[in-house]
């Protein structure tokens, strides 16, 4: 079997606090990874667990394990026109999808 | 800031969901007719209505002799058969990307499913050469 050369490049892990944004990676086949959050900045809010990562234990295949965060959003940043300032909205996600972020 | 193309996305996937809609999933009885409706593979298409088609002479593109070559030689390396590229790309794939996506997608489509179903590559292997290789063309 082919040695999955994607997920080699696991980087430092975010702290709590750090800022990020979710890649816009392609959506084919499967992903746990939500469309509203796509390109959107968050911070980290938790590190929750290490974990296989989804996409491939989705088919069976030998992954290795990722660290998933919980990052917090504002709900302003993620709805265009949501009116509320200090709404904030938390959801999962894994290290491959974030990159660390500026603003 | 919200993804400007957050809306438009989520319109044009509602846009694509099929005219006959159960809400959520509360739907725990099909009449056999609709049952059947539901079982029946995509691609027989034969006895359907549909509008006129222009017909059109045209040369395949590049990239579609080089899907086909891909595909072809997958099979020759054993790594699939016609048949199982036709039942992925004809019938697997569902109504919406039958009828949505160009004929040599769908086999590439195929190609790529079957490569991760029976993990010569990983998914995420897949999702990150994907993004990588569009970043790079982006650049140019």
């Known amino acids: 079997m082919k040695k999955n050369k994607a997920s080699d490049k696991t980087g430092a892990l975010f702290k709590v606090g750090d800022k990020v944004r979710v890649r816009d990676m392609p959506y084919m086949f499967y992903t746990r990874s939500q469309m509203y959050t796509r390109g959107v900045v968050g911070t980290i809010a938790a590190l929750t667990y290490k974990d296989l990562i989804a996409e491939e234990e989705a088919f069976n295949f030998d992954g290795r394990v990722e660290q998933y965060y919980i990052v917090r959003f504002r709900q302003k940043d993620l709805w265009p026109g949501y009116p509320f300032d200090n709404d904030t909205l938390q959801t999962e996600c894994p290290h491959r999808w974030l990159e660390p972020a500026t603003n | 800031m919200p993804s400007p193309d957050l809306r438009e996305q989520l319109e044009l996937i509602r846009a694509i969901q099929p005219a006959v809609h159960a809400p959520q999933n509360w739907n725990y009885e099909n009449t056999g007719p609709m049952y059947k409706a539901y079982m ?101």
Request: with cysteine; glycine share 6%; hydrophobic share 35%.
């Open chain 2, 40 to 140: 029946h593979p995509p691609h027989d298409v034969g006895g359907q209505f549909d509008v006129p088609i222009y017909y059109e002479e045209k040369e395949e593109e590049q990239w579609e002799l080089n899907t086909y070559v891909s595909c072809e030689v997958l099979g020759w390396r054993g790594v699939w058969t016609a048949e199982e590229r036709r039942r992925r790309a004809d019938n697997d794939l569902g109504y919406t990307l039958y009828l949505g996506m160009p004929y040599y997608a769908r086999w590439i489509w195929a190609a790529a499913k079957m490569l991760v179903d029976k993990k010569h590559i990983s998914l995420a292997e897949l999702q990150e050469k994907i993004a990588e290789v569009k970043s790079r063309y982006e650049k140019k």
